[in-house]
T-cell receptor
């Protein structure tokens, strides 16, 4: 069965420090992987995706993520955190051959950036 | 604004009443999704449409829930005989076709409170 795990409910980082939000996945075939961000009382916004090619993908707001097939991980990273990065982050996966394009979602990780 | 639009943004109703939410997707997108999200959880898939056809509906979805997408444009989600457990944020998302369009564009959501 397909699944996504975000092992940390909350991540605390000081402003200016690097941040990592972890995500591991399980699919039977090749994965398409996504990160979304949700600010309070708002809908989800797409950050970045991995479809194929370079394992390091860059997205919005200076975020990047590294696809690691052997570890089935897709961790979200940013070299220098901003207070405005504080939000809820969701990892999602779907199988490349899934014609319904359904995403399987993680439970989310709350990122808190302290000044 | 050419994003996904949802109305109403907030709805408070009494148990047993019917409610209807509307979603206007991005105009060139032919796929439309409904999700439900409760506090601290990731989005839970409810149903999705390709054009006017409802192609999949979650097995977890009660018969009290029904969705339509007449003419393949806007969509409505109706909940009949609401229960307190229906209280949640209802999210609509749209996307285009093609192998790289697992990327979803979300609306701001419609928050339902059932008293």
């Amino acid at each position: 069965a397909q699944s996504v795990a975000q092992p940390e409910d909350q991540v605390n980082v000081a402003e200016g420090n690097p941040l990592t939000v972890k995500c591991t996945y399980s699919v039977s075939g090749n994965p398409y992987l996504f990160w979304y961000v949700q600010y309070p009382n708002r809908g989800l916004q797409f950050l970045l995706k991995y479809i194929t090619g370079d394992n390091l993908v860059k997205g919005s707001y200076g975020f990047e993520a590294e696809f690691n097939k052997s570890q089935t991980s897709f961790h979200l990273k940013k070299p220098s955190a901003l207070v405005s990065d504080s939000a809820l982050y969701f990892c999602a996966v779907r199988e490349a051959v899934d014609s319904n394009y359904q995403l399987i979602w993680g439970a989310g990780t709350k990122l808190i950036i302290k000044p | 604004d050419t994003g996904v639009s949802q109305n109403p943004r907030h709805k408070i109703t009494k148990r047993g009443q019917n409610v209807t939410f509307r979603c206007d997707p991005i105009s060139e997108h032919n796929r439309l999704y409904w999700y439900r999200q409760t506090l601290g959880q990731g989005p839970e898939f409810l149903t999705y449409f390709q054009n006017e056809a409802q192609l999949e509906k979650s097995r977890l979805l009660s018969d009290r829930f029904s969705a339509e997408r007449p003419k393949g444009s806007f969509s409505t989600l109706e909940i009949q005989r609401t229960e307190q457990g229906d209280s949640a944020m209802y999210l609509c998302a749209s996307s285009g076709q093609g192998p790289n369009t697992g990327e979803l564009f979300f609306g701001e959501g419609s928050r339902l409170t059932v008293l």
